[in-house]
């Protein structure tokens, strides 16, 4: 199989500052070169807890989507991650958004994930890194999605991932890291 373009949504709102740089390193140790959004703060929706860092990654992989989607789950579970309920906090989300420009239908597994459009925090950063991308479903730029969005409206804050690289370099330094 060719390489493919594949979208992933990153999010932590237990210790963010340390779980999305360490995703974004073992996103690179898996797939290579990334390229990635910028990052926001923003509320949980649905439960109460800590803020929500988020942002979009883009990888090339010649994995089949099944096994694409286990070695995220992988790499969650590497974070610490246990459980998968939702709504509720976590160390680590990382979530198969879009696949090149492919409508992929596998029963639990549908692509673009159908979600991708309803949440200001899944598609600004989506928006962001590939503006120009066509909604495989809609026919529709991402970034026409985004100027027209009337999804939730959770305030989106923008962070400075290479302030979370600083503060992923401390925990390094302190010892404190998970592998990829």
């Not at 096994?67 to 579970?77: M, V």
Request: net charge negative.
């Amino acid at each position: 199989m060719a390489d493919a373009a594949a979208y992933i949504g990153v999010g932590s709102n237990i210790a963010p500052e340390r779980h999305v740089p360490t995703a974004l390193d073992a996103l690179r140790a898996a797939f290579g070169e990334i390229v990635c959004s910028p990052a926001y703060r923003s509320p949980p929706l649905g439960f109460e807890g800590s803020d929500f860092i988020n942002c979009v990654v883009r990888i090339d992989s010649h994995l089949e989507v099944p096994d694409l989607i286990a070695r995220l789950k992988t790499l969650e579970s590497r974070a610490g991650r246990q459980t998968r309920t939702a709504p509720g906090s976590r160390e680590l989300d990382l979530d198969l958004l879009l696949y090149d420009d492919r409508v992929i239908d596998l029963g639990a597994i549908r692509l673009p994930r159908p979600d991708v459009l309803d949440y200001a925090f899944v598609l600004r950063p989506l928006a962001d890194l590939a503006p120009a991308l066509v909604h495989p479903v809609t026919g529709r730029s991402l970034a026409w999605h985004w100027a027209h969005f009337e999804g939730d409206a959770v305030a989106l804050t923008p962070v400075a991932l290479d302030n979370l690289d600083g503060a992923i370099q401390r925990k390094r330094e302190e010892g404190e890291e998970w592998s990829g």
